[in-house]
């Protein structure tokens, strides 16, 4: 092997409940406009003939319970909760089934976003990585496999910013279920294990400030926090 004029940072693990062993974060897929209420407050429609998506760097990406200045070039920074699904096995062109089987494991997740800079650039119909791909603009929580937490149907998901609960909805009114979105998805793409999907947030996003802490549950699973800190 050629020698590399530098190195990478090592990936991202994430801790799985009761294993030992951790999950490394490969890619990080995001589903845009998932519940038909944020799209509204957002003054958007919902696309109801397909999910879309844009991604999110993994090196860019922290643990729960990091604490994170506020990042540079914004003044509208928001909080967005969301169910994270980690695939397991390859899969390609997945029907229903074999999408359901390459499920590792469910986790709590933050998609930080620069609201502001997104808005700005949706717009000027420009890409959003200034507003979506920020450096530890996303945050997981531990996973817990699948297999001991169930299917996803109507599990609580909420987000408390300094314990005032902000976000407050079901997994049941996502619009795309995670089956069909693997589905699509691996349409696209040959999916791995290391692969990170997260499949929208509810209603009720705003923003936080240096000194604010957001803590995000879905029932059954670890939750996630952040504390944001004066920029730097």
């Given at each position: 092997m050629s020698k590399t004029l530098f190195s990478l940072p090592e990936p991202l693990v994430i801790p799985?409940?009761?294993?030992?062993?951790?999950?490394?974060?490969g890619r990080i897929f995001c589903v845009g406009r998932n519940y038909a209420a944020h799209a509204?407050?957002?003054?958007?429609?919902?696309d109801r003939e397909a999910p879309f998506y844009f991604t999110k760097s993994s090196v860019n990406a922290v643990l729960s319970g990091a604490s994170s200045p506020y990042p540079p070039g914004t003044e509208n920074f928001h909080y967005e909760m969301e169910l994270a699904l980690a695939i397991g096995s390859p899969v390609f062109r997945a029907n229903p089934e074999e999408?359901?089987?390459?499920?590792?494991?469910?986790?709590?997740?933050l998609d930080m976003t620069r609201r502001d800079l997104q808005i700005r650039e949706r717009k000027?119909?420009?890409p959003w990585d200034l507003g979506k791909d920020l450096e530890q603009g996303t945050v997981f929580a531990p996973l817990t496999k699948a297999a001991d937490w169930g299917e996803v149907a109507d599990q609580r998901i909420w987000l408390t910013l300094?314990?005032?609960?902000q976000q407050d909805a079901t997994l049941a009114e996502l619009i795309w279920s995670t089956e069909e979105i693997i589905c699509h998805l691996s349409g696209y793409y040959h999916l791995r294990p290391g692969d990170l999907i997260l499949t929208g947030t509810p209603a009720g996003v705003g923003p936080a400030v240096a000194g604010q802490k957001m803590t995000g549950t879905i029932t059954g699973l670890?939750?996630?926090?952040?504390s944001l800190t004066a920029a730097e």
């Open positions: 799985v409940q009761g294993e030992e062993a951790g999950y490394p974060v509204a407050e957002m003054g958007v429609e919902v999408a359901r089987a390459a499920i590792y494991g469910y986790g709590c997740a000027k119909q420009r300094d314990d005032e609960i670890a939750p996630v926090s952040l």
